[in-house]
């Protein structure tokens, strides 16, 4: 969270493009001196031009003038240009954080991503670039004409005045009226999409158990209610901004027929006239922009505010010494854990101590806190209470670039991403053809790559396309592989797998034990059971039992809710945990028949 007083990135990204912004100020200041040359060439064609009949006259001031609108012409396309850059340069500034921010939250707020900051970025971003800023560039400048009008004829300024004030009471009007209207819509049409979002995620399944109806009509009510504040914001929006270009056009005419009063008073000469109804209809325009334009600019401010506001929350990684490459002894030093938003902990009072090539499987009940383990072993989670030590070093402490490459993840809900199978393998880094052999080898997958269309440069999609979920499951444990690890965490690495997919599975841990890979195996299979250093049994997030497998025949099976091995002779090895004279816990055994 940012202190009080510090900026957030937004503000000092848009600091650093405020010289690009006093460039278009600039080019303002000229582009509306520059619009008094209408009116004043009307001046002159009429009080000059047509009482002196000089044809060279009207030649010279239409050249000068043509000369003139060409250079206007220019410095708005060079005001236009700048604008558009500088939503460009915004943008390029600002998405690789605000990038890293939205991938954080998802890590906090697990189940609820949300793309809505990139949306928001581009809001705002297409204000900053459109035409829509140009009223505000364009505001100061209206006292000038005001001021010129006041040159004709006092009565001319009086006049401008009052119809600028009311155009500016209808232009405050309508802020106050479509703020909170449309902030509301722009809030409901968020939620609609992220739902909406959220159902394209989970189609078979709604489709498969025809659930479609009823999760539309939550959608359709949400989105309903996003219209019907949309509507009325627009509703009230329209009628101001309707008034207030009808009054603009009715002041600019009344002031012409001022003018011809002046004129028959002898007051004002004919040119004035025209000229004062020209620099009237300039210096109400930008009021009436503003008016037309606020709707996006409250989207804007909107947008910048969301914005703002995720910034804050989530600051940037602050830079860190670089550690050592870690060798994979992990321990966990009384860890209360639980999942993001969550006050009573799921794992509670969790000690452990993993020496670097040690197997360690993880059973118990569902709800026991295993994959809420797997996390916070990985940093994914933080800790309520305790320290979760790589190396001897807070896993908070290694930057996440430099150590991701030494850690291998196999979450349980296997996600592949737009890319060929080579890239998801060497995780999206310049794909070394050897090291994602090597890994598909280590996996067992190797072989199974060959028979595709294209090998390794399938092609796949988001949540891996045609491929079947032990193929998804298998190519994740591929990249979980890649480039050698020294921890791997695995999720139910067999969830999805045959029998040939777990016989590679067991073959590729036996090599990982050889390689000294230390790995924390989250399973109920018997295989792999009898494969690891120590079992944990974890229930009601608490260590059951902590101690070495029983090494029984094949047909055995292990009752994981409680923590106990049965022999295929009916006789039952209960685990239970007996304190160490070095303090660890090991393993005790009773026999019962």
Same mark, same amino acid.
């Given at each position: 969270?940012?202190?009080?007083?510090?900026?957030?990135?937004?503000?000092?990204?848009?600091?650093?493009?405020?010289?690009?912004?006093?460039?278009?100020?600039?080019?303002?200041?000229?582009? !509306?001196?520059?619009?008094?040359?209408?009116?004043?060439?009307?001046?002159?064609?009429?009080?000059?031009?047509?009482?002196?009949? *000089?044809?060279?006259?009207?030649?010279?001031?239409?050249?000068?003038?043509?000369?003139?609108? /060409?250079?206007?012409?220019? #410095?708005?396309?060079?005001?236009?240009?700048?604008?558009?850059?500088?939503?460009?340069?915004?943008?390029?500034?600002? *998405?690789?954080? #605000?990038? &890293?921010?939205?991938?954080?939250?998802?890590?906090?707020?697990?189940?609820?991503?949300?793309?809505?900051?990139?949306?928001?970025?581009?809001?705002?971003?297409?204000?900053?670039?459109?035409?829509?800023?140009?009223?505000?560039?364009?505001?100061?400048?209206?006292?000038?004409?005001?001021?010129?009008?006041?040159?004709?004829?006092?009565?001319?300024?009086?006049?401008?005045?009052?119809?600028?004030?009311?155009?500016?009471?209808i232009a405050i009007i309508n802020e106050k009226t479509t703020k909170k209207l449309l902030a509301d819509a722009n809030g409901q049409h968020v939620l609609s999409q992220d739902l909406a979002n959220s159902n394209l995620r989970n189609a078979e399944v709604l489709h498969a158990m025809g659930m479609l109806p009823g999760i539309q009509g939550r959608w359709s009510a949400r989105h309903r209610d996003y219209l019907v504040l949309q509507s009325k914001a627009s509703d009230r929006a329209g009628l101001l901004t309707n008034t207030s270009k009808v009054l603009?056009?009715?002041?600019?005419?009344?002031?012409?027929?001022?003018?011809?009063?002046?004129?028959?008073?002898?007051?004002?000469?004919?040119?004035? %006239?025209?000229?004062?109804?020209?620099?009237?209809?300039?210096?109400?325009?930008? /009021?009436?922009?503003?008016? !037309?334009?606020?709707?996006?600019?409250?989207?804007?401010?909107?947008?910048?505010?969301?914005?703002?506001?995720?910034?804050?929350?989530?600051?940037?990684?602050?830079? &860190?010494?670089?550690?050592?490459?870690?060798?994979?002894?992990?321990?966990?030093?009384?860890?209360?854990?639980?999942?993001?938003?969550?006050?009573?902990?799921?794992?509670?009072?969790?000690?452990?101590? %993993?020496?670097?090539?040690?197997? /360690?499987?993880?059973?118990?009940? *569902?709800?026991?806190?295993?994959?809420?383990?797997?996390?916070?072993?990985?940093? /994914?989670?933080?800790?309520?209470?305790?320290?979760?030590?790589?190396?001897?070093?807070?896993?908070?402490?290694?930057?996440?670039?430099?150590?991701?490459?030494?850690?291998?993840?196999?979450?349980?809900?296997?996600?592949?991403?737009?890319?060929?199978?080579?890239?998801?393998?060497?995780?999206?880094?310049?794909?070394?053809?050897?090291?994602?052999?090597?890994?598909?080898?280590?996996?067992?997958?190797?072989?199974?790559?060959?028979?595709?269309?294209?090998?390794?440069?399938?092609?796949? &999609?988001?949540?891996?396309?045609?491929?079947?979920?032990?193929?998804?499951?298998?190519?994740?444990?591929?990249?979980?592989?890649?480039?050698?690890?020294?921890?791997?965490?695995?999720?139910?690495?067999?969830? !999805?797998?045959?029998?040939?997919?777990?016989?590679?599975?067991?073959? &590729?841990?036996?090599?990982?034990?050889?390689?000294?890979?230390?790995?924390?195996?989250?399973?109920?299979?018997?295989?792999?059971?009898?494969?690891?250093?120590?079992?944990?049994?974890?229930?009601?997030?608490?260590?059951?039992?902590?101690?070495?497998?029983?090494?029984?025949?094949?047909?055995?099976?292990?009752?994981?809710?409680?923590?106990?091995?049965?022999?295929?002779?009916?006789?039952?090895?209960?685990?239970?945990?007996?304190?160490?004279?070095?303090?660890?816990?090991?393993?005790?055994?009773?026999?019962?028949?």
């Amino acid at each position: 969270m940012a202190t009080p007083g510090e900026e957030n990135d937004l503000k000092k990204v848009l600091k650093y493009c405020r010289q690009s912004f006093m460039h278009v100020g600039l080019f303002s200041m000229f582009i !509306n001196l520059l619009m008094l040359v209408p009116p004043l060439y009307m001046l002159q064609v009429y009080d000059r031009v047509i009482t002196t009949r *000089s044809q060279e006259t009207l030649l010279m001031l239409t050249l000068v003038v043509v000369f003139l609108f /060409i250079v206007m012409g220019a #410095l708005e396309l060079l005001r236009s240009r700048i604008l558009v850059r500088v939503g460009n340069r915004l943008d390029v500034l600002i *998405s690789p954080r #605000l990038y &890293s921010a939205m991938f954080k939250r998802s890590l906090t707020t697990p189940g609820q991503p949300s793309a809505q900051p990139l949306n928001d970025l581009t809001t705002l971003r297409q204000f900053l670039s459109g035409n829509g800023l140009f009223a505000f560039f364009d505001a100061p400048w209206i006292p000038v004409y005001i001021g010129v009008l006041a040159l004709f004829h006092p009565w001319f300024g009086f006049f401008a005045i009052g119809a600028g004030l009311v155009l500016a009471i209808i232009a405050i009007i309508n802020e106050k009226t479509t703020k909170k209207l449309l902030a509301d819509a722009n809030g409901q049409h968020v939620l609609s999409q992220d739902l909406a979002n959220s159902n394209l995620r989970n189609a078979e399944v709604l489709h498969a158990m025809g659930m479609l109806p009823g999760i539309q009509g939550r959608w359709s009510a949400r989105h309903r209610d996003y219209l019907v504040l949309q509507s009325k914001a627009s509703d009230r929006a329209g009628l101001l901004t309707n008034t207030s270009k009808v009054l603009r056009l009715m002041f600019q005419s009344l002031i012409l027929g001022l003018g011809a009063y002046l004129v028959l008073t002898g007051d004002l000469t004919p040119g004035m %006239m025209i000229a004062g109804s020209i620099l009237m209809g300039r210096a109400l325009a930008p /009021i009436d922009q503003m008016i !037309n334009g606020w709707k996006g600019f409250s989207s804007a401010r909107t947008s910048r505010a969301r914005l703002e506001e995720l910034l804050e929350a989530i600051p940037a990684d602050a830079p &860190s010494m670089p550690l050592p490459r870690p060798k994979g002894k992990l321990s966990l030093e009384g860890v209360n854990a639980a999942p993001p938003g969550e006050r009573l902990p799921t794992l509670k009072s969790i000690n452990l101590k %993993m020496a670097q090539g040690e197997h /360690i499987a993880v059973v118990g009940p *569902s709800a026991a806190g295993k994959s809420t383990l797997a996390r916070v072993v990985l940093g /994914i989670w933080p800790t309520q209470l305790g320290n979760v030590r790589l190396d001897g070093a807070d896993i908070g402490q290694w930057d996440r670039t430099a150590l991701g490459p030494h850690i291998g993840y196999l979450p349980q809900d296997i996600e592949l991403f737009d890319g060929s199978i080579a890239e998801n393998i060497a995780r999206f880094q310049e794909v070394d053809a050897q090291m994602v052999v090597q890994a598909a080898q280590r996996a067992g997958v190797h072989d199974m790559i060959l028979r595709l269309p294209q090998g390794y440069d399938t092609w796949i &999609s988001h949540g891996g396309g045609s491929l079947s979920a032990g193929q998804r499951q298998r190519i994740g444990m591929a990249r979980a592989l890649y480039g050698r690890p020294v921890l791997i965490v695995l999720d139910e690495p067999d969830a !999805n797998l045959d029998e040939s997919g777990e016989e590679a599975l067991a073959v &590729s841990l036996n090599r990982l034990r050889q390689e000294g890979t230390t790995a924390l195996i989250i399973t109920h299979r018997q295989r792999l059971l009898q494969q690891v250093d120590r079992i944990m049994v974890l229930n009601d997030g608490e260590v059951v039992s902590l101690a070495p497998p029983l090494r029984v025949p094949p047909a055995a099976r292990v009752d994981t809710a409680r923590g106990r091995q049965i022999s295929a002779t009916g006789t039952q090895r209960v685990t239970t945990l007996r304190p160490s004279a070095r303090g660890h816990h090991d393993g005790g055994e009773e026999t019962a028949q």
